[in-house]
């Protein structure tokens, strides 16, 4: 039969102690909610007993939503050895379940809390003691214990002996500091499980080497049912085992049952995202922003032509879609994907245009979206490819309660300009710097009638601009459009169009 593996999230107590993150009753609430309803973790690890009223707070109505919606049991709290006062702490929360923090290493026991294991043990007996008394479940970490195993395993193996029989539930081995390899990890807990095989225990991982999700895979190989992890690898120094990665790693490439609901995995990362305030790498595995995104070309030609680049690893069993970047690497199914999501169909040579004006972009805007798209599209078959006028270089300086300052090369009619203009802004300066060229060809920009720039509905402060001018050419209103990165820019190419349209009327005429 499959294996069913146990994940306990420990997002609200151990990835509380990330740096910088404190969640507010409220919002513990609504991740707990979450994690167990939507998500259906099996366990979750909400709070530290004794920290503040705040935390008893928010941990009671966790409890108190958990035993009306079915939940009662699934809601633990890290205690202490202190003998009533975690546990009373937890009692009047309304509380099930306690995990007890014991010293798993010699050198925590003898130097931290300045004792004996036997003196130890005795403190966490009675603690047990209590709790059961009160009716609670209890779990015991052994804090530190992987160094604890690697120095003095024997002191592991006496303290286990001494709490083997003393209703524990689970025994939760912590690599408090992040230090064990794959390898070691799997001999270690190989041995745990052998020497007492009636006990659960579950692994606790901290990602310091960056091996967190491996290490899982090895403590899953060893015998280990039930794994510890957090949402967005929060936890202390460099973090916890990422949920998203460990779920669908057991699952595919172990062939291991869980419970969760995959579907749900990247809405509660944002939501933790959100409260955290620390932010997700874009190439995160799993919730990353980019991570269902194609760059290269080739990557999209292959999957029109047959899923070629798709994997099990796919964006729609985590309810998201896959994208095709737009930008200097694109090729023309890059664009045909694109044009599909937004149901547009071009001619084979309009597309060519439009991946040329793409890839052009590309070279001062690494991304181009989906939302630029249209504006692309229309600055494209909107224009004509005349060429009288040619801007070769053009440099803008502004500054706070300064003139703006601009410098131009232009070609015109095959012959090179340099030129210079004040004004008050980037354009307005650069209309004052071409003017001085035009007017060695009797030439005189229309007056501007409107000017209107825009971003894609939704689009980011990257997103390309579009800046539509309205020219009053003698009484016939025209319009041009430029579409850039930079707005100064856009209005610039705007300009040069009116500029182009009209210099080719005029050589048309004088022919």
Known sequence: MTRTIQLMDTTLRDGEQTQGVSFTPAEKVSIAKALLQSLRVDRIEVASARVSQGEKEAVASINDWARHE??????????????????????????????????GSEKHCREQLGKTLAQHTADILQTIGYALEKGLMVNVYLEDWSNGYHDKPAYVYELIDNLRHAGIGHFMLPDTLGVLSPDEVFASLSD?????????????????????????????????????????????????ASLAEVAVVLRDKM??????????????????????????????????????????????????????????????????????????????????KNLEQLELDLSEADQKKVLERIVKLGDSKQTITTDDLPFIIADVLASKDYQHIKLLNCSITSGLDLESTVSVRLNIN?????????????????????????????????????????????????????????????????????VHANQVFAAVLATLRIINMQLHELNAQLS
Request: glycine fraction near 12%; charged fraction near 25%; charge should be neutral.
């Open 192 to 240: 745990m499980c052998k020497r007492y095989p009636e006990l659960q225990f579950d692994f606790h991982p901290h990602n310091d080497y960056g091996l967190a999700t491996a290490n899982v895979m090895a403590a899953v190989r060893a015998g280990v049912n039930s794994i510890h992890c957090t949402i967005n690898c929060l936890g202390e120094r460099a973090g916890n």
């Open 414 to 482: 095959g012959k090179e300009h340099l030129a210079s203009g004040v004004g008050n802004g980037g354009f307005d300066a650069f209309i004052h710097a071409i003017e001085k060229v035009l007017a060695f060809y009797d030439y005189a920009l229309p007056r501007l009638a409107d000017y209107e720039v825009r971003i894609p509905k939704g689009g980011l402060t990257s997103a390309l601009t579009e800046c539509v001018i309205t020219w009053d050419c003698g009484g016939d209103i025209r319009k041009t459009r430029g």
């Open 70 to 103: 079915g939940f009662d049991g699934r809601i633990e709290v890290l205690g202490f050895v202190d003998h009533t006062k975690s546990v009373d702490w937890i009692v009047e929360t309304d509380g099930k379940v306690i995990n007890l923090l014991t010293k």
């Open 255 to 336: 062939n291991l049952q869980l419970a969760i609901d995959e579907s749900h995995i990247v809405a509660i990362s944002n939501m933790v995202e959100t409260f955290s305030g620390k932010r997700v790498a874009a190439n995160a595995p799993i919730i990353g922003a980019d991570v269902f995104t194609q760059t290269a070309g080739i990557h999209a030609d292959g999957d029109q032509k047959g899923g070629l680049y798709k994997t099990k690893l796919g964006p729609e069993r985590f309810s998201r879609t896959r994208s095709y970047a737009l930008g200097k690497m694109s090729g023309k199914a890059s664009l045909k």
